[in-house]
């Protein structure tokens, strides 16, 4: 049964789902197993923490479509794959069974300060190691690792021009974000109740690993706002009924809140639905830059978390729940700036049209130009859609059991 339900998420994809194109170039899929560890000194999250580092890094370029370790696990596990990797032969029925076209392995050993590492490149179809290669140092803490030690590593192992992995300008380390933000006042981060302050600064829009639509990636500064903590509640828009007239969502019997989902996002409204709540209460919806940038800040995640999937941090499918969840029920899938549910719960409407990014080789249909986007995935669909970057074009009348939005303001 899980199985079955996994190919009618991906059957239901491709219907719904314009953002293919065949006028995409699609990069090779690759592996990049855990490292191994090599002595007594050598530490697992050490080496957990930078194969991760090179998913990060090699993502960021663009060549290469990186499968995560939560979603390789659990093929390996579907598949009762439990046999531990050393030789070429078990590397490639590995990455045949997750169709991927190269592996990286390699292992790490550390003795006090001084560290090896050694990465093998394997392509998969060939049945052949690319590339082996070894590199020492004498003084290199973990923190050093993940930097430019760590980039010319990864440089040499992909023949990739080092610049192409040095990250690009404005793209400030988390520390150093979250200094400035605990450095504004108070009377700017509490000016309004329930909504968090974001500060402006340059977020990368979009992927190069996800679907057409999504690329490519792109820089865009944005000004300082604020977004709601959470999405929309049931209970904030019947005070807006009550006081506008508005039509009520379809699944309230006699006008009325369903018992019990006072504190639920609002579901069943439309775009203009939302538009509308945003300018009685004073504010807007988000722009999709603004969406992404409170959802991942200013380093592109896949999840408002980090890059690895956990059913625990959102209420998407893999959840269990089967229908929404009060607000704040998943604080620890909130994002660096600290809002919550912008993977899952419901998919938020966010202004702007359906338009190509900037330098997008995808050709979109021109009804598809005339829809509008929602963010975040939801209860209902699969962990794709919860990632930070996907984008899901309905039309603006559309309205669905999954359908929110959560309110922007201007400071």
Known sequence: MPRLLTYLFILCHLIINPCFSENVDIPPLLVITELRTIGEQSSKAEARAFSDFISHELERTGLYRILSRSSFNAIMKA?????????????????????????????????????????????????????????????????????????RLISASFDIELKKLIPPEGEEPDVQQQNQQKQIPQSVTHKFPGMIYIPGGMVIVGSKSGDSCETPPHRIHVEPFYIGKYEVTNQEYKEFITESGHTTPQHWEADQIPPGLEKHPVTWVSFEDAEAYCLWKGGRLPTEAEWERAAHSNQPRLYPWGDEFDPNRANIWQAGRRGTAPIGSYPQGASRFGVEDMSGNVFEWVNGFFHPYPGSRTRFKESDKHKRILRGGSWNFNQYYARTTHRFPRMGGEKSRSYGFRLARNP
């Open 79 to 151: 598949k009762s794959f439990t046999s531990r990797c050393f030789d070429l032969p078990c590397f490639t029925s590995m990455g045949r069974i997750v169709g991927a076209d190269e592996m990286l392995a390699g292992h790490i050993k550390r003795m006090g300060s001084s560290l090896e590492i050694t990465l093998r490149r394997i392509d998969i179809k060939e049945e052949r190691f690319l590339k082996t290669l070894t590199r020492s140092s004498n003084e290199l803490g973990s923190s050093q690792i993940m930097g430019s030690w760590g980039r």
